[in-house]
């Protein structure tokens, strides 16, 4: 997700929590967090995109080059490993679609409060980071078809009796989302009232649910899975429903790219010969809700 309002790598190990951001509602799959792989991350950014020629776009419109931009920090979507490298379904995803159009993939990493302000700048030609498609960001960029689509969940202690079910319950406790992002946003539309904490990154978030500093925390699901099935998350459960807001991660491309309606295409070509459910099928082991929200068209309405 991110999911970041303007959105998750719930990595763990015995005492630390590596970056991780959202961007984003069926029944609870809870045995998910057992099957997603873990992944270790940091927090380094790759920069090396900074200085941009004048031909930059021009590079990647003749289909030598596609520059993806990525956050790093959100597992199992996007992740930083240890040696620097980047890793996850959404490096996959951008991978599998530079093959489809015979493109040299480059992907860089950036954090999220600067992601699309680095594809308007020119840093990269399309952000592949779990990014949900909201209206504010529609202002702003250009989004393909949907790639995957994203549920909200409610964490708490185990034996807590933190009930989400009741507003009055969600009022009465301190809860943990991430700042600008489609969780923090649901919360502080759906229950102004409540005593939200937001936190710059959803590691930390995790940090001091995990630490008892906040009673419950609201994220994008997948990202709670992956953190429920660490260390620090092995005393802490889902509460509650999943809570379905239509949210879809889609990619980002500036206003009137023509990368658009060739990712699209490409997108596509990927359903189709098998390659999206391979990755699927390797970071979460279930079939994508997205799968089927996919179509053959390859243009988007103007925006």
Known sequence: MNNHF????????????NGIKARRFS???????ALLTLAGCSNGQNDANDNNSPDAAETAATGEVLRIGTEGAYAPFNYTNADGTLGGFDVDIAN??????????????????GIIPGLKAGKYDAIVAAMSVTPEREQQVSFTEPYFSNTLVFLAKKDSSFDPSNSDDINAHSIAAQRSTISSQWLENAYPNADMKLYDTLSNAFLDLGS?????????????????????????????????????????????????????????????????DKINQKYFAIPASSSTAMTDSTEKPAE
């Open 96 to 113: 599998a679609i530079c093959a489809d159009m015979q493109v040299t993939c480059e992907i860089t990493a950036q954090d999220w409060d």
């Open 27 to 33: 029944p609870p799959l809870v045995t998910l967090a």
């Open 6 to 17: 303007d959105q998750h790598c719930a990595i763990a190990n015995a005492s630390v929590i």
């Open 212 to 276: 008892n500093r906040v009673d419950a925390m609201v994220s994008d699901k997948l990202p709670a899975l992956e953190w429920l099935g660490s260390t620090s998350g092995s005393q802490y459960a889902l509460k509650g429903q999943e809570i379905d807001i239509n949210d879809n991660f889609a990619i980002a491309v500036r206003p009137g790219d023509a990368l658009q309606a060739k990712i699209n295409k490409s997108l596509v070509n990927i359903k189709a010969d098998g390659t999206y």
